[in-house]
């Protein structure tokens, strides 16, 4: 990794503002492993829109991304949502 990789990514951080980064972060983590480990697509869905809800509250200056997601959430929590979900993935898996 070149200098200028391993200022822009941290790689020369000190110990301890590293593992305070990780301390904020590992609940995107946990996350993650919660995606990775789920083995049915609507579950996987709706934890990736909880990943997507938990990263769009670290941006600051606008709402449109907690907007946005918090829908996206109400859609796929409701009844036509789940639906339309289930039909997408069965329509990609005949394709495919």
Same mark, same amino acid.
């Given at each position: 990794?070149? !200098?200028?990789?391993? @200022? %822009?990514?941290?790689?020369?951080?000190?110990?301890?503002?590293?593992?305070?980064? *990780?301390?904020? $972060?590992?609940? *995107?983590? *946990?996350?993650?492993?919660?995606?990775?480990?789920?083995?049915?697509? $609507?579950? %996987?869905?709706? +934890?990736?829109? @909880?990943? *997507?809800?938990?990263? +769009?509250?670290?941006?600051?200056?606008?709402?449109? !991304? !907690? !907007? +946005?997601?918090?829908y996206?959430?109400?859609?796929?929590?409701?009844?036509?949502?789940?639906?339309?979900?289930?039909?997408?993935?069965?329509?990609v @898996?005949?394709?495919?």
């Amino acid at each position: 990794m070149s !200098d200028e990789n391993e @200022e %822009r990514l941290g790689a020369g951080m000190p110990l301890i503002d590293s593992l305070k980064l *990780l301390a904020q $972060y590992a609940p *995107l983590l *946990l996350r993650l492993q919660a995606i990775a480990n789920e083995p049915d697509a $609507y579950h %996987r869905a709706v +934890a990736i829109v @909880e990943l *997507l809800k938990w990263a +769009a509250a670290k941006t600051e200056g606008t709402h449109l !991304d !907690d !907007d +946005a997601v918090q829908y996206l959430q109400n859609i796929l929590a409701s009844a036509e949502g789940k639906a339309f979900f289930d039909w997408i993935v069965k329509t990609v @898996e005949v394709t495919a």
